[in-house]
Nanobody
Framework: QVQLVESGGGLVQAGGSLRLSCGAS????????MGWFRQAPGKEREFVAS????????RYTDSVKGRFTISRDNAKGTLYLQMNSLKLEDTAVYYC??????????????????WGQGTQVTVSS
C-alpha cells in the first residue's frame, strides 16, 4: 500500500517559519515529480509548489515565491517545504502529492496520483 505522510504542521505567529516533511512508503518516487498543495476552509485545493525528480526544476505559486522553498531527498524518500515569513493567508491544510506519470514539475491536481492526508498550518496574528 502506497502512503504519503506529512508532518511538521502547527501553529505559528505571522512572520514565523515552519518546515513540512512528507515521507513515502510502499514505493519510491525518486523518479517522479512531487508537489505541495493547500486547502483553506471554504476554498478549493490550490497548487503551492512542485519539484522535478532531479530537483533541477522547481515551480511556485506567485503568493509564496521568495518565502517558501520546496526540496527533496531521494535517498531518504522525503519531500520538504520550508515556509518562511508566514502570513495569515497561508493558513490551510497542506498536502503533499506524487505523480506516477510525470518526472518534471506538475501544477495540476489531476496530474498527481498519490496524496497525503494533510497537515494543518495555522498562522496567527
Amino acid at each position: 500500500q502506497v502512503q504519503l505522510v506529512e508532518s511538521g504542521g502547527g501553529l505559528v505567529q505571522a512572520g514565523g517559519s515552519l518546515r513540512l516533511s512528507c515521507g513515502a512508503s510502499g514505493r519510491t518516487f525518486s523518479r517522479n515529480a512531487m508537489g505541495w498543495f493547500r486547502q483553506a476552509p471554504g476554498k478549493e485545493r490550490e497548487f503551492v509548489a512542485s519539484i522535478s525528480w532531479t530537483s533541477g526544476i522547481t515551480r511556485y505559486t506567485d503568493s509564496v515565491k521568495g518565502r517558501f522553498t520546496i526540496s527533496r531527498d531521494n535517498a531518504k524518500g522525503t519531500l520538504y517545504l520550508q515556509m518562511n515569513s508566514l502570513k495569515l493567508e497561508d493558513t490551510a491544510v497542506y498536502y503533499c502529492a506524487a505523480s506516477s506519470r510525470f518526472r518534471e514539475v506538475v501544477l495540476a491536481t489531476t496530474e498527481y496520483d498519490y496524496w497525503g492526508q494533510g497537515t494543518q498550518v495555522t498562522v496567527s496574528s
